[in-house]
């Protein structure tokens, strides 16, 4: 199945730049060109890019909650 479209990236392309160590989006691009031409596969790209994360058990976790750390015990 195709993810992006513009450049002809499938899913499988997307789990192989995984595996050689992409995990961003920007990394994606760089690699494949994902999203780099209309933009519309991003957010399925970015789906893709985190099942595929989580498949190999590399999870970066970026993402940082701005915010309340209200720990009651
Ligand atoms: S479908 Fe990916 S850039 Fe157009």
Redesign the pocket.
Known sequence: MYI????A?TERDIQEAVARGAHSLKDLRHELG????????AADAKHCLKAALEKIGHQHHHFHHHGHHHKKR
């Not at 992006?4 to 450049?7: A, P, R, T, Y």
């Not at 994902?34 to 596969?41: H, R, T």
């Open positions: 992006c479209i513009c450049k990236v994902v999203a780099s031409e209309c933009g519309k596969c």
